[in-house]
């Protein structure tokens, strides 16, 4: 004969599943939402056709659709910024100076390339969590089918 080691759900154990199904409705949202938002930040970055200069140290020629190529493109801005510039930055060039202009746009395209940077990385960041939350939720309706009364 054997013996059936699970125990009856309970009023309290049910209140765990409901937990757990909550759980696994946010943890499926941020999967879609941090997928979605990745896709939007790729999918804008390629409309803007910026292709990785050909002498950055990566990815060079490469199209910028991902957050490893916007850093590379961003990395290589800065170099040709510095360079023109003569080693300084646009708060440190004087007014006057020519290549200032070149600096400040060079410096703003940098910023937007980090930005997107950041952008990925917390795409990223959400669609993981989500994927914890949704086992987080798995788990505590499993303990609530199980739960003693």
Same mark, same amino acid.
């Given at each position: 004969?054997?013996?059936?080691?699970?125990?009856?759900?309970?009023?309290?154990?049910?209140?765990?599943?409901?937990?757990?199904?909550i759980?696994?409705? /946010?943890?499926? *949202?941020?999967?879609?939402?941090? *997928?979605?938002?990745?896709?939007?930040?790729?999918?804008?970055?390629?409309?803007?056709?910026?292709?990785?200069?050909?002498?950055?140290?990566?990815?060079? +020629?490469?199209?910028?659709?991902?957050?490893?190529t916007?850093?590379?493109?961003?990395?290589?801005?800065?170099?040709?910024?510095?360079?023109?510039?003569?080693?300084?930055?646009?708060?440190?060039?004087?007014?006057?100076?020519?290549?200032?202009?070149?600096?400040?746009?060079?410096?703003? *395209?940098?910023?937007s /390339?980090?930005?997107?940077?950041?952008?990925?990385?917390?795409?990223?960041?959400?669609?993981?969590?989500?994927?914890?939350?949704?086992?987080?939720?798995?788990? /505590?309706?499993? *303990? +609530?089918?199980?739960?003693?009364?």
């Open positions: 004969m054997s013996e059936n080691t699970s125990v009856p759900a309970t009023r309290g154990s049910s209140g765990v599943r409901v937990v757990g199904i759980v696994i409705v /946010l943890g499926a *949202l941020f999967v879609v939402a941090g *997928l979605g938002t990745y896709a939007v930040v790729s999918k804008t970055l390629g409309d803007q056709k910026i292709t990785v200069s050909d002498d950055a140290k990566h990815f060079a +020629g490469r199209d910028v659709r991902g957050p490893f916007a850093y590379a493109q961003a990395n290589t801005i800065n170099e040709h910024a510095t360079e023109i510039g003569g080693g300084k930055t646009y708060a440190e060039l004087p007014q006057d100076d020519p290549n200032r202009q070149t600096v400040m746009t060079a410096s703003f *395209l940098q910023a /390339l980090f930005t997107s940077v950041v952008a990925f990385g917390v795409a990223a960041f959400v669609a993981v969590m989500g994927v914890v939350l949704v086992l987080l939720g798995w788990c /505590l309706m499993r *303990l +609530g089918r199980t739960a003693p009364a």
